[in-house]
């Protein structure tokens, strides 16, 4: 039996294709920003913070860390609601997209701190620094350029398990394709053409946060 390719549906469906798209990029920028800043802030609190405060952030990176990406996003979207907070499909696939980068970042971000010399901390604090001051100021960008590389893969890999968020209906590129395929029955090609579009997007979001990491940075470009 030979079987015939047809890109045909491209034409038709793709309004639908360039909104998956755009709302992915849209999801992985929300959760890279505001993850990353949760996860300096959860760091801070491991390594350097209040003693009352490191068991509750231990105890939130370790359930995020050993419990699927799915679960987390079925308990935000189906869970929450019983409870009195009423999310849409984006606002859960964005909240748990955060809630999952930030745990795991904070681990990346906390491995750096430790990194650093135990110097720094003692040159900030001969300045009269609180401790506050001497990770913001003094160890914080250090940090952050020493774990860079795994941050940024770490970004990539939520970006590619945004895929699943079509399963509480939010409507990314995985949520365009099976609507595609539910409607020409062309699974092969909707999901080669999908593999195509995730593989793109997840290069060009290396690139953009290598660069970004050169101008945050630019002592390490110049190596």
């Given at each position: 039996?030979?079987?015939?390719?047809?890109?045909?549906?491209?034409?038709?469906?793709?309004p639908?294709?360039?909104?998956?798209i755009?709302?992915?990029?849209?999801?992985?920028?929300?959760?890279a920003?505001?993850?990353?800043?949760?996860?300096i802030?959860?760091?801070?609190?491991?390594?350097?913070g209040?003693?009352?405060l490191?068991?509750l952030?231990?105890?939130?990176?370790?359930?995020?860390?050993?419990t699927?990406?799915?679960?987390?996003?079925?308990?935000?979207?189906?869970?929450l609601?019983?409870?009195?907070?009423?999310?849409?499909?984006?606002e859960?696939?964005?909240?748990?997209?955060?809630?999952?980068?930030?745990?795991?970042?904070?681990?990346?971000?906390?491995?750096g701190?430790?990194?650093?010399?135990?110097?720094?901390?003692?040159?900030?604090?001969?300045?009269?620094?609180?401790?506050?001051?001497?990770?913001?100021?003094?160890v914080?960008?250090?940090?952050?350029q020493?774990?860079?590389?795994?941050?940024?893969?770490?970004?990539?890999?939520v970006?590619?398990?945004?895929?699943?968020?079509?399963?509480?209906?939010?409507q990314?590129?995985?949520?365009?394709?099976?609507?595609?395929?539910?409607?020409?029955?062309?699974?092969?090609?909707?999901?080669?053409?999908?593999?195509?579009?995730?593989?793109?997007?997840?290069?060009?979001?290396r690139w953009?946060?290598?660069?970004?990491?050169?101008?945050?940075?630019?002592?390490?470009a110049?190596?």
């Open positions: 039996m030979t079987y015939r390719f047809d890109f045909g549906w491209l034409l038709v469906y793709y639908q294709i360039l909104h998956g755009a709302i992915t990029i849209e999801l992985i920028t929300v959760a920003v505001v993850g990353i800043a949760v996860g802030c959860c760091a801070w609190v491991r390594a350097l209040p003693a009352w490191k068991p952030v231990a105890a939130y990176v370790e359930l995020i860390r050993n699927p990406f799915l679960v987390q996003l079925f308990f935000i979207y189906f869970g609601p019983p409870l009195g907070l009423r999310l849409s499909e984006l859960a696939a964005n909240l748990a997209m955060i809630v999952n980068l930030g745990a795991y970042s904070c681990e990346i971000i906390r491995a701190i430790q990194a650093t010399p135990k110097g720094q901390f003692e040159a900030g604090a001969s300045l009269a620094m609180t401790p506050f001051q001497t990770f913001r100021y003094v914080l960008v250090p940090a952050l020493r774990i860079w590389p795994a941050l940024s893969s770490q970004v990539v890999i970006m590619l398990g945004s895929a699943v968020v079509s399963q509480v209906a939010a990314d590129l995985s949520f365009a394709t099976n609507f595609i395929q539910s409607r020409t029955f062309r699974s092969f090609e909707a999901y080669f053409f999908s593999t195509g579009v995730y593989l793109v997007l997840a290069i060009l979001l953009v946060l290598a660069r970004l990491g050169r101008m945050i940075f630019p002592r390490t110049a190596r």
